[in-house]
């Protein structure tokens, strides 16, 4: 799921006295955003609040409000980041979390001021977009569906594996025979970059869900695919699911779940586990006999 944006939009949203943070971030919360997705900081004695998305238009309707509402203690600039600009500032927010119960996702950057959590272990990670750090709730389902199996697989299939980050996951749970593909050249790069932080090292591919062909079966798949790629090739991903072995699907929005449910019906799975988050969806399959 891990993609280069061509542009990201940053609206900056400004004030120099605490009311005026305050009421800044109480409007975002009124308008759907979440804490975690305002970035906070502070520069010459103003504190600041950033948002980021391709979607200019979402943007512009946020920077058009703020003018309205006419406030003086509070400025807002809106500016269009190249992929190489987004790229830093992806990186100064970016920080340590929780991928799973078990396991946290560090940046590499970070690996010497990391304390990991008591009993846990961690995955070091290296990227461009929030697909394949750990913070994306597909990423996060897909890795505890990973992690609750622990001991049930030896082998692996990542079918859209961006960073690598569930082909780690899954190494770090005992996989021995790890298969990862992906349509991105920059995703398999960070593949393998991904390999040689952590010292895990798995095969991996570039290579569409359409045109990938291989007469092995494995004993978990895991499709982190947009809900119509999943649709669309779900059979073929069936297919490389052993007998009784498990698939996990996720890049599921949780109005496509239904959706996606009644599509995989008709196939010989049986569904063990379905996990919802605030926006995206995952589900856990056996296949049967």
């Known amino acids: 799921m891990e993609r280069i944006p061509q542009s990201v939009y940053q609206l900056q949203i400004k004030s120099k006295n605490v009311q005026g943070l305050t009421l800044a971030r109480a409007i975002l919360l009124s308008l759907g955003y979440k804490d975690k997705e305002l970035v906070s900081s502070e520069s010459k004695g103003q ?143 960070a593949a393998r970059d991904n390999m040689k932080a952590n010292k895990l090292y798995f095969k991996v591919k570039k290579a569409s869900i359409g045109k990938y062909y291989s007469g092995k079966t494995y004993d978990f798949v895991a499709a982190n695919l947009v809900t119509e790629d999943l649709i669309k090739h779900a059979r073929k991903i069936t297919g490389f699911v052993k007998e009784n072995g498990l698939l996990a699907v996720s890049g599921i929005s949780l109005e496509n779940l239904n959706k996606l449910r009644k599509s995989f019906s008709s196939l010989p799975l049986k569904c063990l586990k379905i996990s919802k988050g605030e926006e995206w969806s995952g589900l856990l399959y056996q296949k049967k006999m």
């Open 47 to 189: 504190g600041i609040f950033e948002l980021f998305n391709e979607d200019q238009a979402k943007i512009e309707r946020v920077e058009k409000l703020f003018g309205r509402l006419g406030l003086t203690s509070i400025k807002v600039n809106k500016r269009r980041l190249a992929p190489k600009d987004w790229l830093t500032v992806w990186k100064k927010q970016w920080k340590p979390a929780a991928l799973t119960k078990k396991l946290d996702v560090v940046p590499v950057w970070f690996k010497h001021q990391y304390k990991a959590r008591c009993g846990c272990d961690y995955i070091l990670m290296d990227t461009l977009l929030s697909f394949g750090t750990g913070l994306h709730e597909t990423t996060q389902i897909m890795a505890q569906f990973i992690e609750d199996e622990q001991g049930q697989f030896k082998s692996f299939l990542d079918i859209g594996t961006g960073t690598g980050i569930l082909s780690l996951v899954a190494l770090k749970y005992r996989a021995q025979d790890v298969m990862a593909i992906d349509i991105g050249s920059l995703s398999v790069q």
